[in-house]
């Protein structure tokens, strides 16, 4: 018995491997297990070599293993491609006559996925559910879950389909049981809770929504597209319109006026399109509009990966925009904070009328964790507008009042029954055209310095563990939050301490100060090749970094990986 | 609406004898006959002198960046369906550094009026080629004279299924105020291209130039803006005789009819302020 597994789904694209991995790790939850489920693959439609993993415990995870102990080899290719990532004792489940392979090794465990199937339905569309029933034959899981989450997943096709998906499922998971008897993870007791199984890209769209975004627009860029598609999908629902862009230039654009005429607007996108969104970045920060963009990123430069992950569009990010105006940037390190930080950046977008950067990146996107529900009392909106009611009595309105906090009256077009000019040329108070001086200095001074102070007073305080008198402290910001966490709690030799920053800017200076002080070994934890973390940590705080572990291989950070490089 | 109610207090910063406050005085006209608020009305724009326009008008104004008026135009009009979106916009702006929001923005068809003041010249650069400069149009980067095809835009738009299609010119006031009037009640994206003098940079499409060469559609011989073929034969013609008025006529559903947007109420009036979404945690259980 282990006291986790992890599960691995390999083929090519096409072969429909995300969907016995999600649900496996569908079942997997409904039994009680706690779960960390990713994908590796390929940026194309058909063919190449894809995989989905599925860790399971009785506790809960935050990061993925290097070492598979079930792995499903859909195709001859993945059973060469997987053979060295399996543990001692771990078996890859294939159809040796199917995938067309001879050699007899003890890891490699026969079964008939093809014959079961056609057995059992006809088709060779059930293979997946064959494998599926296998995959929980091995575990020692009682089927009754699999038939759950099987007859969920027909659960619109008909009793008929239902049935012999049921009896696929059954097939594998008794060809296995007859055959290998051995429970390899004991069941968590009390079985299944009420937890949501959700990735990064989800959580921000149901961010978002949660906030009240009503315009969605985008157009479709990897890893960032299940934002996306999850938009598209609540639209009609929450009253939401989702327009595919021409191009990101036009979505960052139709986001801005959407905002300007007082809708909660938002884009997302990858690091090349997000290149071509930084026109947009820098308008808002000039027109005093509120706009959230995601960035998902993916390995650069140019077109790079598009299908990987990494954390290399941090600088561009902090800069990206010509000229000087406030912004803030947040780093969601989990679901949870996906979530959470997406309603909070419309809320200070609405606050401040600033661009709001969201950065996620491919890792973080596709991850799967059982999570809590979220509790929405903790997501409420904010909004900073001249209600309805007030705008009545609105007279004289200036769109660009000088104040004391930077901020001017934000009043929405038509509620008001004076005018909204609104201008990217440089402007004065009334939002018209201006070429003068002193004008030029009160808006910089308004855009810049007021706003980044009061943006100063709000920055999310960064997580930390262990850090007291720790032989080592891991700093990282994004998608490492998991790796560094686990790796913290599981590193032996000296005492392993982490800090996670969920937002980069304005930087969490004082509070990174403080939790430094008197630190003796400070590593840097990046997907990255230039350690952008460790020279942000040093321009802001002055602190130097003693070393970094940089990964930029287009591949996320798991546990051993860490654990090897420390 | 009277004319007056429109008045801006924003100094003028164009030529004087610039073609463009034909259009500016016709846009009043039109907006004060068609008895739209001031507070109803959002001009948009991207960089130019056209894109100036918008603060000569006491009405909403967003002015945004070079050739990005129509995605912020659109985005407004979803947001907020009771506006009338007007923008105003450049040969450059439109047809250049914008023309692909420009092709797409057709295809979309929501409900806006775009009005591009056609110069034929850069003139907030000084004096560039423009897609529409004509050919041989000789300044100081087309040294040799333009060798490029000019762009034209009314064929691209009928092409592209635009459901109205028009040009004036900025000199004749009247006939432009009625193009504006009939482009804002048209309900999808009318294109409204006006020819218009550059006094400075463009000295071979003049007003004189112009006024030998203009005439209306429909004055004469009847014409009808519903046939596709003749909208096509008169968006090309170009020359010693260069008609004016209603091209291409064709109603159709707009963004807002197909996309549902405008059997809702307009988004900007939704309450936002405690969205309940527990009922779609069921689908990651």
Redesign the interface.
Known sequence: MREELTIRIAGEAGQGIETVGMALARIFKKAGFHIFANQDYMSRIRGGNNFFQIRIANREMFTHRLMSDITVALNKKSVALHKEALHKGGSILLDKAKSGITENDTRLFDIPFHDLAVRAGGKDLFINTVSCGAVVGMTGTPFTYVEEIVRDIFSNKGEEIIKQNVAAAKAGFEFVRERSKKDRIALPAGGGR?????NGN?AIA?GA????C??Y?AYPMTPSTGILNAMAH?A?R??I?V?Q???E???V?????????????MTATSGGGFALMA??IS?AGM?ETPLVVACVQRPAPATGFPTRTEQADLDFLLHSGHGEFSRAVYSPGTIEEAFYLTVKAFNIADKYQIPVLIMSDQHLADSYRDIE??D?AKA??E?YIVS?EDSGAVKNYKRYQLTDSGISPRA???W??????????EHTEE???TEDASTRIAMVEKRLYKKTAGLSGEVEKPASYNIDRADRILIGFGSTYGVMKEASETMKGGKTGFIHCSQVWPFPAREMTRLLKGAKNILTVEGNAGAQFGRLLKRETGISVNGAVLRFDGRPFDLDYLMEKL | MNVVDFKSNDEIAWCPGCGDFGILNALKKALALLDKKPKDVLLVSGIGQAAKLPHYIKSNCFNGLHGRALPPAVGAKLANRNLTVIVTTGDGDCYGEGGNHFMHNVRRNADITVIVHDNQVYGLTKGQASPTSDPGFENKVQVGGVILEPLHPLEMAIALGCGFVARGFSAESEHLTNLIVEGVRHKGFSLIDVLQPCVTFNKKNTYEWYAKRVYKLGEGSPYDPADKMSAYQKAAEWGDRIPIGIMYRNEKASYGEKSGVDTLPPLVDGDIGDIDIHDVFKEYF
């Open positions: 009420r937890t949501l199984l959700m989800e149901l929504i949660r906030a009240g009503k315009f627009t609540y009609k929450f009253g319109v327009e862009a021409e191009d230039i036009a979505a654009n139709m986001a801005i006026g959407a905002s300007y005429a007082g809708v909660r607007s026109e947009g308008l027109v529900p979220f929405t409420r909106v909004r309805k929405v077009p038509s008001i029954d004076d005018p909204v000019y609104c201008d990217s040329d939002g018209h055209i």
